[in-house]
């Protein structure tokens, strides 16, 4: 069996909310290089088809097409599925990327920040892919399944607080939904799995990973020392959605250096020498 049998997206559709920016964009643009047409969904339009054009001036074998649209409520969850069935008739991959963060010390964290947090991360990641599943279902086979991707966190897996408070309870949400989602859809020829991600460049991250300096001293903080990279996005995204992914479904990818297995120190370490 040849790389792109495994790897290959020719002739697949893909949705990726969020897709402008960070891990959404890395993932669009290795679905585009790998064939797929992408269709990729944000808050700010302009920002999208921009990134769009960019995508599609690669000149790669897959296109991306680049529109409006808002998970943050019933309306705009809505709104985008129509949008998505203006253009396409099928789907065999959906990417949930869309999401936002809050962050406040421990005392001020505000009550309205819980709501705005999970209406987006948890809320419209779950009734955007319950509304796509007709579509999913209908493109998906046992050999060759639709997929789900959902975007955790690695703080959803580890006690980071961090000032995040909902964004970490949100992504742990996203872990348990994507184990539900994965046994329930696991007939239906749908596989759902999750990356986990630690500290990659992106607008959410921004204030830590905006410039060189300040990504190389979160890089030392990482266990493997580096903050996230492209290539680290795209390879979990090609498996999971390729051939070679086909049988996996349920599991909560760690794309974190290291940081989903941090713990204390070895209690015994001064008494062994």
Known sequence: MDIQTLFGLEGKTA?????????????????????????????????????????NALGASGKAIGFEGDVGSEEGIEALVAAVKERTDSLDILMNNAGISWGAPLG?????????????????????????????????????????????????EREMGDGAYSYSASKAAVH???????????????????????????????FATADENTREKVGKDVPMKRVGRDEDIAG?????????GAYVTGAII????????????????????
């Open 108 to 156: 001020q964290f505000p009550y309205h920040a819980w709501e705005k947090v999970m209406s987006i991360n948890v809320t419209g990641l779950f009734h955007l892919t319950q509304a796509l599943l007709p579509m999913l279902k209908a493109s998906g086979s046992v050999d060759d399944p639709a997929r789900v991707i959902n975007v955790g966190s690695v703080m959803g």
């Open 15 to 55: 949705l990726v909310t969020g897709g402008a920016t960070g891990i959404g964009r890395m993932a669009a643009e290795a679905l585009v290089r790998a064939g797929a047409t992408v269709l990729m969904a944000s808050r700010k339009q302009g920002a999208c088809a921009a990134v769009a054009e960019e995508l």
């Open 176 to 206: 348990h939904l994507t184990r539900i989602l994965g046994k329930e859809l696991s007939g239906h020829a749908v596989t759902v799995n999750a990356l986990a991600p630690g500290p990659f460049v992106s607008r959410m991250t921004a």
């Open 254 to 273: 760690p794309v974190s250096g290291g940081i989903n297995v941090m713990s204390g120190g070895n209690i015994f370490e001064q008494a062994m020498h």
């Open 236 to 244: 979990c995204m090609l498996f999971l959605c390729g051939k070679g």
